[in-house]
């Protein structure tokens, strides 16, 4: 019997082999570990076994199989009398090459660390992904009384400092998409949750460089906050300064609200980015900081 050629898959497609239900096997396991890694690192605390296969909504043997292959490479690991899962080491170490990678937060951290001994309050970097400003950076302030955030914790756009001023930055055809698909929902009796009330919170920020988050996502905090923006005047970031409503009165945030703007506006220079806001167009050309001319915070809530 005379040999017939094998007839070549098609590009682009992968033949049907024993090995395709493998590597299909693999792809569902890498997926469902990966999912329970970010349940884990969405709470500040451990979980139970049966509280991750809730989670990611797998029954608790193939959880527990799962757990056990990302403890023995130091993603997770589990610890204390109730048995709970945490997020590994190695974990920390890959997340935190992302940020090592980011050549915005290196060149921004001097920056933090000035801010916070100028005002004495932490200062943090966040950048925007979606609906919501993620931390990547924090210089925490020496007070007993202090804002800790958890690097890679996530605040609603519309009910904080840093995600009202990226929000800001954006064309009004891309907020007006943001609120059509996430409306403004109340985390706070002070959160903005009308449109109007955030389009002249937009406004004012637009004014005067810098964000004012009044306890509308925590109570008892307050943040202000400014945009750092690149070469086509779209944010790569923000910067904020967060404390207690006890010390960030509204004098402070009046004398704080400049001082973040300007450090934003070195930060956009500092990135070849260009700085859009008119009350601090000059570029170099700054009055010096204590010759500063203060505009009116904005009204509490508002920005």
């Known amino acids: 019997m005379p040999h017939r050629p094998s007839v070549p898959a098609r590009r682009g497609r992968i033949p049907n082999t024993p090995e395709t239900g493998t590597t299909t096997a693999h792809v569902q396991s890498l997926t469902r570990g990966l999912t329970i890694l ?3 690192g969405e709470v500040e605390g451990g979980l139970t076994l049966t509280d991750i296969a ?11 199989r799962l757990l056990n292959t990302l403890e023995k490479m130091d993603y997770v690991h589990q610890s204390g009398d109730l048995g709970l899962w945490y997020v590994g080491l190695k974990a920390f170490t890959v997340g935190s090459a992302f940020v090592a990678n980011r050549d915005f937060a290196i060149q921004s951290h001097s920056y933090l660390r000035r801010l916070m001994d100028q005002s004495g309050e932490t200062a943090n970097l966040s950048i925007l992904d979606g609906y919501e400003a993620v931390f990547i950076g924090q210089v925490q302030c020496r007070e007993i009384m202090r804002m800790i955030v958890k690097l890679g914790s996530r605040h609603p756009i519309h009910a904080s400092g840093s995600g009202k001023a990226m929000l800001a930055s954006l064309t009004d055809d891309a907020i007006h998409g943001i609120l059509a698909k ?3 929902p109340r985390h706070t009796e002070h959160t903005i949750v009308t449109p109007d009330g955030l389009w002249n919170a937009i406004k004012q920020i637009r004014k005067h460089g810098y964000a004012y988050d009044d306890e509308e996502h925590a109570l008892g905090l307050r943040c202000v906050a400014a945009a750092v923006y690149d070469e086509h005047t779209e944010p790569l970031g923000a910067i904020s300064l967060a404390g207690p409503l006890s010390r ?9 609200g400049p001082l973040v703007a300007r450090t934003a506006m070195e930060i956009t220079g500092r990135m070849g980015g260009k700085w859009p806001h008119p009350y601090w167009a000059g570029g170099s050309a700054l009055p010096r900081r204590q010759r500063v001319a203060r505009p009116p915070a904005p009204r509490p809530g508002s920005a």
């Open 38 to 40: 970010e349940r884990l």
């Open 54 to 64: 809730q989670r990611v909504g797998l029954a608790a043997s193939t959880t527990h």
């Open 182 to 184: 996430h409306g403004l």
């Open 248 to 256: 960030l009165t509204d004098e402070r945030i009046r004398a704080l």
